[in-house]
């Protein structure tokens, strides 16, 4: 979870043109705008703009500026990226319900507790500082290239897990399918315990295929689609896969979120250097002169996974709870839903207005929460809403602590029927 945390809507070219070149350009560089700002333009071509270390360094050199990004452009860009926000979010939180229902081990969800949310902020400023002296302390080149080899596999896997059951639908009835398994146990005899179980069959396999042929294609280009196809697949497997154990454990963990992005944002400079430094499908981008240059474009907004993932989870966890009230509606569900693309709309709209990066956190968790917490009161399920609980299906502290208040249940209404 740790790498969805550098969340935040930043970008220099979203700042000021002069702006954006000063913090781009050398020591040597800013001393020669500082004495003649009106350099700035001159400079702007051979400044490189660097989108997850795709962009190519240097440019033009005939003195000649980039063209700012037209209305239309910007735009779309805008709308592409909310739109790519709504999508892992709305059928990460539908099949995180096919998974808390799942029997495959090697799909079962990892719940998080609220000890786990109130620790969360805390670890993530630790990883994201850390990050900050690795990239500042050692070279920027070789620690990208970990870098991108860890994602690359990583990629790899939550691609073939999110086009699975779509790829599925495609296989032919008499596709000879058959069934794998990877067991990797600790121990021998009474004491053997299982550290792998994975399930997979031919079918996995072949989407294992397809998807390394786009992390063949993001590991040589570093190109926006593979980038954004990569983060789609790790958004939405966040959703479905991490799972809150109860609303008050999202409150805390969206409350946590919400300082730490405030922080990191505002108060330093440390989250937006990470997030330029680092060469990882953890954004989601699209070119804002995409209408002029297309495939080739290079002047990107961008969008932190975190700012997916976090709220992400929560809403999931409000679909669930619906569910669980059985009343065949998803009030809370589409309130939340509502909510994120009100706060995310906010985030871009302020963003736009004072050219400064945003924690988008900042918007969405009041509206995330404030949202249903109203509609709750408002239907007078406040109570059902706090109370409604999810155990961890690997956690057997949990499984036990639910048989036991089952057979507890169990013996008081034979005693009952005894009487």
């Known amino acids: 979870m740790g790498s969805h945390v550098t969340s935040c809507f930043f970008r220099g070219t979203w ?19 500082e004495l003649d700002p009106e350099r700035s ?36 860009a805008y709308g592409s990226l909310l739109l790519m926000a709504l999508l892992p979010i709305f059928f990460g939180a539908l099949r995180s319900v096919r998974c808390a229902r799942g029997k ?22 630790c990883t994201l500082l850390g990050l900050y002296l690795f990239f ?35 296989f032919p009835a008499n596709f000879p399918n058959r069934q794998y398994q990877l ?28 998807s390394s042929i786009v992390g063949v294609w993001y590991l040589l280009r570093k190109h926006w689609i593979a980038n954004n196809l990569f983060g789609l697949a790790f958004s939405l497997n966040g959703v479905e896969l991490l799972h809150l154990n109860n609303v008050s454990t999202g409150c805390i963990l969206l409350g946590g979120l919400f300082i ?20 990882a499908p953890i954004k989601l981008v699209f070119p804002q002169d995409l209408l002029e240059k297309g495939l080739e474009a290079d002047n990107f907004a961008m969008l932190g996974l975190g700012d997916i993932v976090i709220p992400g989870i929560f809403i999931a966890l409000l679909l669930r709870f619906d569910i669980s009230l059985k009343k065949n509606t998803h009030t809370y569900f589409y309130t939340s839903f509502a909510a994120y693309i009100f706060g995310l709309g906010l985030t871009i709209f302020i963003m736009h207005i004072f050219k400064h990066a945003q924690p988008a956190l900042l918007y969405l968790v009041p509206a995330c929460i404030g949202f ?48």
Request: aromatic residues 10%; glycine residues 6%.
């Open 104 to 125: 495959n081990a090697s799909d079962m969800p990892e719940t998080i507790t609220s000890r786990d949310a109130a620790r969360f902020p805390i670890i993530a400023s």
């Open 260 to 279: 730490y992005d405030i922080f990191w944002v505002f108060g330093t400079n440390v989250m937006v250097t990470v997030a330029k430094s680092f060469e």
């Open 372 to 419: 249903p917490v109203l509609v709750a009161l408002a239907k007078g399920e406040v109570t059902e809403m706090f109370s409604y609980e999810e155990s961890n299906p690997k956690d057997p502290a949990a499984v036990t602590e639910t048989r036991e208040g089952t057979e507890a249940t169990t013996s008081k209404g034979l005693e009952k029927k005894e009487k």
């Open 136 to 170: 500042k302390i050692f070279s920027q080149e070789y620690i990208n290239l970990l870098l991108s080899m860890y994602f690359f596999v990583l990629g790899i896997l939550a691609l073939s897990h999110t086009i699975s059951p779509l790829m599925n639908k495609f």
């Open 15 to 33: 700042l000021s043109p002069q702006r954006r070149i000063f913090l781009s350009a050398s020591p040597l560089q800013r001393l020669e705008l």
């Open 41 to 76: 333009f001159a400079m702007d071509s051979a400044v490189s703009d660097p989108h997850n270390g795709s962009a190519e360094a240097g440019g033009p050199t005939n003195g000649t500026t980039r063209p700012p990004s037209t209305p239309e452009g910007i735009a779309l």
């Open 183 to 210: 067991l990797f146990t600790q121990g021998s005899g009474e004491n053997k315990e299982e550290i792998i179980n994975y399930e997979f069959d031919t079918k996995d396999l072949v989407c294992l295929g397809l």
